[in-house]
């Protein structure tokens, strides 16, 4: 099958689920091994079991910190960051807050959902980095509690990133979708977005997902793979 050559488009938005990062050994959301198949979000994470114990809720993301930091960027992520130092009309989005597109060198990431390396005091309305695995204090110098700057169950999605992810959406021509069932929203708005503007979809995936029938061309294996075979007939 012919790929479209990357080269031909003007703007391209490559969005990014769980899939993308699966490579890497984190685990997916859904399906076996997805992480709310051990856990209850309900006790973990959403600011309900946050207010009502903020050390447990603590506890399983600085397990989460750890297990992520363990993880390494995967094949699939250097070549994000490769073609993003290549074509500067990509624009990267992600629901992941695994930070594994950063550390594969891609420097310009909108992440939707947060990031499990930064914090934010709700008191002072203040967001940090939070690199080291091992937190120096999981309250702020003013007293309260930091909480994760995830977006938790029943939080609402950063509007200003969203307005940045949706505009991207709305601009560009080319929109690939990578390892996402494409099913939480407000984030799975933005293929719908993308094809109402008249972009070109592709999909990415090792299975067919809910959001297949938007996209123009289905190409299905894993990131890493299929990623490769792109940018191997690019330009
Ligand atoms: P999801 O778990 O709902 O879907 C993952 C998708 O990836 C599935 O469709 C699956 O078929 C596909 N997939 C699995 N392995 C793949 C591979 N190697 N290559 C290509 N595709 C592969 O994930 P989602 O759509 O991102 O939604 C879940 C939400 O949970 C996200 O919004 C995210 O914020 C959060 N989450 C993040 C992480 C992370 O940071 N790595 C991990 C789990 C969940």
Redesign the pocket.
């Known amino acids: 099958m012919k790929l479209p050559d990357l080269c031909s488009f003007e703007n391209i938005v490559i969005f ?9 050994g ?6 076996a091994g ?3 198949s051990e856990y209850r979000y309900q006790e973990y994470a959403c600011q309900q079991a946050f207010d009502l114990d903020p050390e447990k809720v603590w506890k399983f993301h600085e397990l989460r910190r750890r297990m ?1 930091h363990q993880c390494q960027p ?1 094949a ?1 992520h250097v070549l994000v960051a490769e073609m993003q130092a290549s074509l500067e009309q990509i624009s990267l989005i ?7 597109h950063q550390r594969a060198g891609s420097d310009s990431v909108t992440e ?3 990031s ?1 390396w930064r914090v934010r005091c709700e008191q002072e309305k203040k967001v940090s980095d939070a690199l080291d695995v091992n937190m120096p204090s999981l309250k702020c110098e003013c007293g309260a509690w930091l909480r994760p700057d ?2 938790w169950f029943g939080d609402s999605v950063d509007i200003f990133t969203m307005e940045l992810a949706t505009t991207l959406a709305a601009q560009c021509d080319m929109f690939i979708s ?7 929203f407000p ?2 708005n933005l293929p719908i977005v993308a094809k109402n503007h008249g972009a070109f979809l592709i999909e ?4 067919a ?1 809910e959001a297949s029938h938007l996209h123009d061309l289905e190409l299905r ?6 990623l490769a075979k792109i940018w191997n007939s690019a330009c």
Do not use: C, F
């Open positions: 990014t689920g769980a899939g993308m990062s699966a490579e890497s984190v685990p997916t959301y859904r399906g997805g992480i709310w992520v995967n699939g992600t629901q992941n807050i695994d930070g594994l939707l959902h947060g499990l995830i977006t990578i390892g996402t069932s494409g099913v939480v984030a799975a990415i995936n090792t299975e997902t294996g894993k990131a890493s793979d299929v």
